[in-house]
């Protein structure tokens, strides 16, 4: 722009960090691209490739095989259920403990360090971990949730007890309340929901990764899978296919809508809700839902 | 001051207390039914622990034990999960921001469209980044390019989702201007909406580079390229003292990305 027509518009200001970074982070996409070996021609067929094995996969799927595919990913299920359940078990009293107004600095912290350590390895590396001790079970992957869970949930479970308010816990301790109080009557009633719905979206991410965990043969849905596509049973796999997306579908839509309940307290389905709001655009402090009921 | 009448009982204002027990009963029953059906499902066997557990030891205390002069071998698998994460997150990230314009009822006039966009991406989103993996491989051959795909599919879900939902959030009024001084759609979401998602956009991107990281080192499993592929190799020889070298490579990897990510993050928002 020229400034003789005498624009009031000031000069962007440079930013020579910002620019720095972008200069970075292309540099560093630039390299991956140049330096990773990948034969780059195979892409040029995938569009082809792919309309092919979608045809194989879903065109038509192997109806046939539909019972015994939902009846292990019932399994699958059933692996994240007793997972989640097992480490709820174990994480809940853990994440007291790493609460920083309820325990000493000795017991959070190598607490903390156990969950970041458990966050940081994938649930399937664990199950290969403890398969030596378990065997190539479904309980192994189980377990293996189970570890996995504890490291979410301990950490996210300390995270809604240090945002409780202050108030009531001043109020038991000045009153002569003990530990146990505290923590049923301080804690527990304004994290009570945050924590619940936290477990059961790690009911969720379990379904998920218990079909994950059948890939290296702990069973459900994920060997069945890995094993039809071995033998390259494309229809069997689209079925499968099928079977996963639509039960996880059904337990999201069912555990969201437990959790909007939870927190929000009213019933509603997350995607009939996303679905339905499709209509006029929500103007700021213009519609009805914009301010928070009560 | 409390009123106090005859019988020493207060006439609170204070309603009853609502009652939950049989709620929480049906609730609590129904869970453990639940629980206890699943334990049958899946065996759960405590005594397999005990009878395994002589056989176990061994590889238990490899696995305390890492080798690291196996380090060089795993320098390729590493150099090459950080390249397909890299990838995968500069493709996705691409590929998601017009996505999530289409998935915001803030940013898209088009119902047809939005649901269409919804939909699609709700399908995508239920299946797990590496159940792509398994038959990506099958189509495009073992290797990198199956994983980048994988990922690349697995983070348009997350993003587009987290964005649209960020597009919906946000102040309309400079979009209405441009709208009403006759912009069309797209340059009144370029000039309005984009700069404002911005900082939340790029912080969906560290963090899905975060997520990128952590399932490039396990997509390898069925063969998509990476660490994953080296653990597959060490443990199908019980290399015990290998895969925990593996695992500690993983761990700096993840908590060093993770520190990184969130002092960045902070500075963005």
């Not at chain 1, 194989?56 to 997972?83: D, R, T, Y």
């Not at chain 1, 996210?156 to 308010?165: D, H, R, V």
């Not at chain 2, 269409?116 to 993996?133: C, E, K, Q, T, W």
């Not at chain 2, 990506?136 to 199956?146: D, K, P």
Request: hydrophobic share 55%.
């Amino acid at each position: 722009m020229s400034a003789t027509a005498g624009s009031v518009r000031p000069v962007r200001p440079a930013n020579w960090g910002q620019r720095a970074a972008w200069w970075l982070v292309s540099l560093i996409v630039v390299a991956a691209f140049w330096s990773v070996r990948i034969k780059w021609s195979a892409l040029l067929d995938f569009p082809g490739q792919s309309a092919k094995y979608l045809r194989a996969l879903f065109v038509p799927p192997a109806w046939h095989k539909a019972g015994e595919a939902f009846s292990s990913m019932i399994l699958s299920v059933q692996m994240a259920w007793f997972g989640t359940v097992l480490g709820i078990v174990v994480s809940f009293p853990l994440s007291f403990l790493a609460a920083r107004p309820l325990a000493p600095l000795g017991v959070r912290l190598p607490l903390r360090g156990l969950f970041a350590i458990i966050r940081a390895v994938p649930e399937v590396v664990t199950a290969i971990l403890i398969l030596s001790v378990t065997g190539l079970t479904p309980f192994t992957g189980a377990l293996a949730l189970a570890i996995g869970s504890i490291g979410t949930l301990g950490k996210w479970g300390y995270e809604a007890f240090e945002a409780a308010e202050s108030g009531p816990l001043e109020a038991i301790r000045t009153s002569g309340g003990g530990m146990v109080a505290l923590l049923r009557w301080g804690v527990w009633p304004s994290s009570a929901p945050e924590v619940l719905s936290f477990w059961l979206y790690r009911f969720e991410i379990n379904v998920r990764a218990s079909a994950i965990l059948g890939l290296i043969g702990a069973g459900g849905i994920g060997k069945m899978l890995q094993d039809n596509v071995q033998f390259r049973n494309w229809d069997v796999v689209g079925m499968l296919l099928l079977v996963v997306i639509i039960v996880t579908m059904a337990i999201d839509q069912i555990s969201g809508a437990v959790r909007v309940r939870l927190v929000s307290g009213r019933w509603e389905l997350p995607l009939v809700r996303r679905l339905a709001s499709g209509g006029a655009p929500r103007r700021k402090g213009l519609s009805p839902e914009a301010t928070p009921p009560g | 001051m409390i009123p106090v009448d005859g019988s020493g009982q207060r006439p609170t204002a204070r309603p009853s207390r609502p009652d939950h027990r049989l709620r929480t009963g049906i609730v609590i029953v129904l869970v453990m039914a639940i629980t206890v059906w699943s334990a049958r499902g899946i065996d759960v066997d405590p005594a397999a622990i005990l009878a395994n557990w002589p056989n176990a030891v061994g590889n238990l205390v490899q696995l305390f034990q890492p080798d690291y002069s196996f380090f060089p071998q795993t320098l390729p698998a590493l150099v090459e999960t950080l390249q397909m994460a890299v990838i995968a997150t500069a493709v996705g990230s691409a590929l998601s921001l017009p996505l999530a314009f289409g998935a915001s009822r803030a940013a898209n006039p088009n119902l047809t469209v939005l649901r269409v966009v919804r939909f699609v991406m709700n399908l995508v989103r239920s299946v797990p980044d590496i159940l792509y993996a398994a038959i990506l491989v099958a189509i495009v051959g073992v290797g990198a390019l199956a994983g980048i795909l994988a990922l690349v599919l697995f983070n348009i879900g997350i993003i587009v989702k987290l964005v649209s939902e960020a597009l919906d959030g946000q102040d309309l009024g400079a979009q209405e201007a441009a709208l009403a001084a006759g912009g069309s759609w797209f340059g009144a979401n370029r000039m309005s909406l984009l700069p404002q998602i911005l900082p939340s956009f790029a912080s969906q991107v560290l963090y899905t580079f975060e997520l990128n990281i952590r399932a490039s080192t396990v997509i390898g499993l069925v063969g998509a390229g990476g660490l994953g592929l080296l653990i597959d190799n060490v443990r199908n020889y019980f290399l015990y003292h290998y895969l925990s070298l593996i695992i500690v490579e993983i761990l700096v990897l993840v908590v060093l990305l993770e520190g990184f990510s969130s002092w960045l993050r902070k500075k963005l928002l």
